[in-house]
């Protein structure tokens, strides 16, 4: 059974910065590109940002790129998500995905309200 769990959102002023994480369990982590997505209220959901199973290629959304940075780290199978200078527009729930076969997984969202 694949599990994601993410964690790290909250509240933020413009300009500050959050590191989100997903940890991921019931799959062999390493052979899978990853994927964060988030949902700000009222819209759909886009893809953020991707990396490649081996961390040898990253993948940005334009409206992130320069200031999000997606890392993994295979041995502690995590996902991470560093998000500098954020914006009150970056409000949204922030989830972690993963392809499997013809499977996606979800996350339970991780909320991050950017705010004065």
């Known amino acids: 059974q694949v599990q994601l769990v993410e964690s790290g959102g909250g509240l933020v002023y413009p300009g500050g910065s959050l590191r989100l994480s997903c940890v991921a369990s019931?799959?062999?982590?390493?052979?899978?590109?990853m994927h964060w997505y988030r949902q700000p209220p009222g819209k759909e959901r886009e893809l953020v940002a991707t990396?490649?199973?081996?961390?040898?290629?990253?993948d940005y959304a334009d409206s992130v790129k320069g200031r999000f940075t997606i890392s993994r780290d295979n041995a502690k199978n995590s996902v991470y998500l560093q998000m500098n200078s954020l914006k009150p527009e970056d409000t949204a729930v922030y989830y972690c995905?993963?392809?499997?076969?013809?499977?996606?997984?979800w996350g339970q969202g991780t909320q991050v309200t950017v705010s004065s």
């Open positions: 995905n993963v392809l499997w076969g013809v499977a996606a997984y």
């Open positions: 019931g799959i062999i982590f390493s052979n899978h590109a």
């Open positions: 990396i490649t199973s081996r961390a040898s290629s990253t």
